[in-house]
């Protein structure tokens, strides 16, 4: 007889209290029944407190749904359960991933598609004048340049549709004198937005031909000018309340960060990230989070071979907290990822490092195979290597390889990953691996 069908749920809740997460892959497949039961009762707060997996929310202002998506989406990647869709390339498209949606960029749309049980088109937003380069996505906004505005969208979940949030006039001689009016689809005009950030509260953007950065307040309609006159800005990034960019000094010949408190309106940070302005063949690049700063360079290259500065960190009151040193590395561009207070990054050709900047060290590397061409961090603890052929997870923890999936043709382009997506694009499909917040494990 099956203890599932008889016994009272808090005994049954009791004993699944006991399981690991390799019994739990195990219990879930043995039945329809099982499934039912263990997707109700679990104690799912227990279950991803004991793997550390956490939500952005505080413990304590998490409801049990909540906590049950977050174990079954984590639990998902790091066993290889997924979906997975196709939709077929098209010339000049871009993809953005906006939490359970995917957004498909055309020249003069963008699409809004969900993935279900079969790939469904839920809205098409359709635009006279458009800019693939300037639409950008955070979480559950969208944002478009339309002629001399900036279109802002926005969405509640678990809707599917994008509405427009609000439309923000851009600066007098911002857009370089372009007269729209005069604009057909046969001009090749190149927009005049050269960085753009956004998160829910804030956007921020830089123009060419002006020295300012502009930034509006999407809360309360509010908008100002940060850091006037400054020539050259290399990189913006917007933290909560913080917006970070790296710049050249030319007075003091050095690359800096500097960051500008939003809701204070003050300088809150400044630190030379290099003092040598011919340091790098390009400039300095930041990753920021709750935690750090941190900041690394390209200094050389010879025969496909590349060398960079030493990785810094600093805290975020500018505050030097420690340096890590890569080799030299046949890899084109540096990888690196940043998640609260690990930063895990590429030492060489074929080994991946877990580094602990507080305690100055390296507290694990693991080897893999040499080719990678993109490295990310994704739910349950593990850590996606990308390559133009196949696609490896790692719990980055223990160093141990969770899964390897093979592609049919290779990668034209790099992966677009989020927490509910891998995408992967080659010469006839754009696939996507969906991994769901829910129990959607097929039975063995």
Known sequence: MDFMCFLPPEILEKILSYIDNDDLKNCIQVSDIWRRNINDLCSWKTLCIKNDWFLENSINQVSRSTWKQCFWLNFNWYYGFYDTFKLPVCPLTKVHL????????????????????????????????????????FKDFLINQQNTSLQIYHRLVPAKLYRLYREINLPDGSLGGVDYRKLNNKTNTKDNIVLMKLNEYYVAVTFKGNQNIFVWNLEIEREWIVAPNIDHIFQMEIELNVLFIV????????????????????????????????????????????????????????????????????????????????????????????????????????????????????????????????????????VAISYSNMLQFWDWKIGVQLQCISFDMRAIARPVVNDQYYVHENMEDIVFFKFQNSCKTMLL
């Open 98 to 137: 906006a939490s359970d949606l995917v957004i498909r960029v055309y020249q003069n749309r963008i699409e809004i598609w969900s993935f279900n049980v079969i790939p469904r088109l839920e809205q098409t937003l359709t635009f006279s004048h458009m800019y693939r380069s300037t639409v950008k996505v």
């Open 247 to 382: 710049i050249l000094d030319m007075t003091m010949s050095c690359y800096k960060v500097r960051g500008f408190n939003l809701d204070e309106q003050v300088w809150t940070l400044e630190v030379i990230l290099y003092d040598n302005t011919p340091f790098g063949i390009n400039p300095p690049v930041i990753w920021v989070n709750a935690w750090f700063v941190m900041s690394i360079a390209e200094i050389y290259q010879f025969q496909n071979r590349y060398l960079y500065s030493p990785l810094k960190v600093w805290n975020r009151e500018g505050r030097f907290v420690a340096l890590e040193f890569p080799n030299c590395s046949r890899q084109p561009y540096f990888q690196c990822c940043l998640k609260e207070n690990i930063v895990i990054f590429t030492i060489n050709d074929n080994t991946i490092a877990v580094w602990e900047p507080l305690g100055e060290t390296i507290t694990r590397s693991f080897t893999v195979e040499r080719g990678y061409d993109d490295l990310q961090m994704v739910p349950g603890n593990a």
